[in-house]
């Protein structure tokens, strides 16, 4: 059968010119990546022809034999490597190959500092596989053929990393990929067996697939009997171990073993934070090897974004990013679970429903949940550090985890009034060793901001009995709330919710008080009331402020201001609930208003002060320019 020699020039999608520039100068001082970055590409090929070959095993082509080879050759300046995994076709290589970061390239380049320590890290995040091979090379030559597709559909796809890239039908009799990397001219370290061997040994030791390079010849002396041998086609040798090691006893494994290890699955340039190690015998045997990473990747709030924790079924590579095996509050989690019990043709369908994998999965779970304990109580500023990178994520654990929700609430970090910053570094059981002695209830606000919770009007009261409160300011906190009602046996209460109720901790002559002044202002609450109409559900008089005239809160079952705000900020529709405004009568504004006898004047300082309270608390105005027209009234009128 002929070749089609259907060759065409195609250009690169999106800033790529710009990404692999940031690549080779940003990745500079790691450039022996490309290697490993190369190797696991070739290991992940192969380990997902063995999992398409478990109900098709023709596509091993008669050769069922996996593995992985690399080459140098001086004398043309290049390093190959080459594996016999699931190859690609024409479309995967153009979709792959040719897209490079589709997913948010724009935002990775715009995050980009400039400084190459900060850039490395990015890009480490990130994630740039087949790329950094331009770290070392000034032109990239890969041949690749799908298995199950016949000869005639090998794809040859060439580029120099300028923009631009070749692609073309060619002639394929293996299956498989080879990439060529032409090495640039100060590259010439990589030219050396000894070198590619040892950066093997250090990233791809263990990896499962034997990575084979040719046995080192030497030249042979005048007479030697095996002078003849020198023409031989080179033999070749496995070069790593070649051993899962997840499968490795503890004591075996070194740290920098599990961090390499942790590099290579989670294709990141930096240590993990922490690992947990473990093997299950009995009925449901199998081993998880789970990594906390250090830095949160790009994509972890993508609706797209998968998991990072691989399903292997005795040794032999299932499913990658199994999302079946950890919740989505911990998408953040790397590593692999290897299971003994799990049939070798498991599928999507029984991932779903075996009861197996929802028993790895929740002991998955509470190993990762008490990894977290430990490293809280024992390194406190490791904790905070993985706080500030994975804390948005974990507070979406109460409402998906039921079952843990007090562990995960433990785990939680919060700003509060007691705090000198906006730092979140307060747990709910600090909160509770500082309560109040009469104290039965954890307080807290939600807000758009630090500085719009702290100086928030409903806190008046709260400093003046030196009472504690959480302030919550990522989006995020409104779901959580919703969920996580109580702690340790302490309701959560929020401030900007409901008729304030202090307990113990109001006395009762201020609640004598409260309903004396209430009786006494009767009628400027009526006469605010009729002004403002349906503009308020209620006025009341206020025993929240000690300094503001007056601030809005909502029923104790109706969403909170802050959530209407989110809500509408992501195009939701937030249903219109009118609010409850309180007052402070012993305000001089409120008691001018007491006194005012020109109803029209009574009616604007009315609204003026329903919008005052509506930007204390972060809202928007409906009608800016009536504000605005009043509050210019009312200064001229005290200027005359």
């Known amino acids: 059968m002929t070749v089609d020699a259907h060759k065409e020039t195609l250009e690169f999608k999106a800033e790529v010119s710009q990404v692999l520039n940031l690549v080779i100068r940003s990745l500079y001082s790691n450039k022996e990546i490309f290697l490993r970055e190369l190797t696991s590409n070739a290991s992940d090929a192969a380990e997902k022809l063995r999992f398409e070959a478990l109900t098709d095993d023709a596509l091993y082509e008669g050769d069922p034999n996996l593995r992985i080879r690399v080459w140098l050759d001086k004398e043309r300046r290049t390093v190959t490597i080459s594996d016999n995994g699931i190859g690609m076709s024409r479309q995967e290589v153009t979709e792959t190959i040719g897209s490079i970061a589709s997913s948010g390239t724009r935002k990775f380049l715009e995050s980009l500092s400039g400084e190459k320590s900060q850039d490395s890290q990015l890009i480490g995040q990130f994630g740039v596989g087949f790329y950094s091979a331009f770290i070392v090379a000034d032109k990239v030559t890969l041949v690749t053929r799908r298995a199950g597709l016949g000869s005639e559909h090998g794809v040859r796809w060439e580029s120099s990393g300028e923009g631009a890239y070749s692609i073309e039908t060619v002639e394929k009799a293996d299956r498989g990929t080879e990439v060529t990397l032409h090495l640039r001219e100060d590259e010439s370290e990589f030219l050396e067996s000894y070198r590619l061997r040892s950066i093997i040994g250090k990233f791809s030791d263990h990896v499962a697939i034997p990575i084979q390079m040719q046995q080192e010849s030497y030249p042979k002396e005048e007479g030697d009997e095996d002078a003849e041998a020198a023409g031989k086609a080179p033999e070749w040798e496995q070069v790593n171990k070649g051993t899962a090691l997840w499968m490795r006893g503890k004591s075996e494994i070194s740290e920098q073993e599990y961090n390499e290890f942790y590099k290579h699955i989670g294709h990141d340039f930096e240590d993990p934070l922490a690992h947990v190690h473990n093997r299950v015998e009995g009925t449901n045997e199998y081993t998880s090897l789970l990594y906390i990473p250090g830095r949160a990747p790009f994509d972890l709030w993508e609706r797209d974004q998968k998991h ?42 029984i991932l779903q429903h075996d009861k197996k994998i929802d028993a790895i999965r929740s002991a998955n779970v509470k190993r990762i949940l008490g990894l977290l304990e430990k490293m809280a109580k024992e390194d406190s500023e490791k904790y905070q550090k993985f706080w500030g990178e994975f804390g948005r994520v974990l507070k979406e654990g109460p409402a998906e985890d039921f079952a843990n929700r007090e562990r995960i609430a433990g785990l939680l970090r919060f700003a509060s009034t007691k705090s000198d910053s906006s730092a979140e570094t307060v747990s709910l059981d600090d909160y509770i060793e500082r309560m109040l002695e009469k104290q039965e209830k954890i307080y807290y606000i939600t807000a758009d901001s630090y500085a719009a919770a702290l100086h928030s009007p409903h806190l008046e ?129 409120v008691e001018k208003m007491d006194t005012e006898p020109d109803e029209d004047r009574f009616a604007d300082l009315a609204k003026i002060l329903l919008d005052q309270a509506t930007l204390a608390e972060g809202g928007q105005l409906e009608d800016p320019a009536a504000f605005v027209h009043r509050l210019n009234k009312l200064m001229l009128s005290l200027s005359a």
Not at 318 to 334: C, G, N, Q, S, T
């Open 308 to 349: 990072g924790v691989k399903l292997y079924v005795r040794r032999v590579f299932i499913m990658d990013e199994a999302d079946k095996l950890m919740p989505h509050y911990l998408r953040f989690v790397k590593g692999v679970v290897d299971s003994d019990d799990l049939p070798l043709n498991v599928s999507r369908e």
């Open 461 to 589: 009261v709260f400093k003046k009995k030196d009472v504690e409160v959480l302030l919550l300011t990522d989006r995020v906190d409104e779901w959580l709330v919703s969920h996580l009602s109580d702690y340790q046996g302490k309701h959560m209460q929020s401030v900007a919710k409901g008729q304030l109720d202090l307990g113990e901790l109001e006395d009762k002559t201020d609640k004598e008080e409260l309903e004396k002044v209430a009786e006494e202002h009767k009628g400027l609450v009526e006469r605010i009331q009729t002004v403002l109409g349906e503009g308020v559900k209620e006025v009341r008089i206020s025993n929240r402020l000690t300094e503001s005239p007056a601030c809005l809160v909502v029923g104790d079952y109706d969403m909170s201001a802050n959530l209407q705000r989110v809500m509408k900020q992501l195009g939701q529709d937030a249903p219109a609930t009118a609010p409850i405004l309180e007052i402070n009568v012993s305000h001089p504004m």
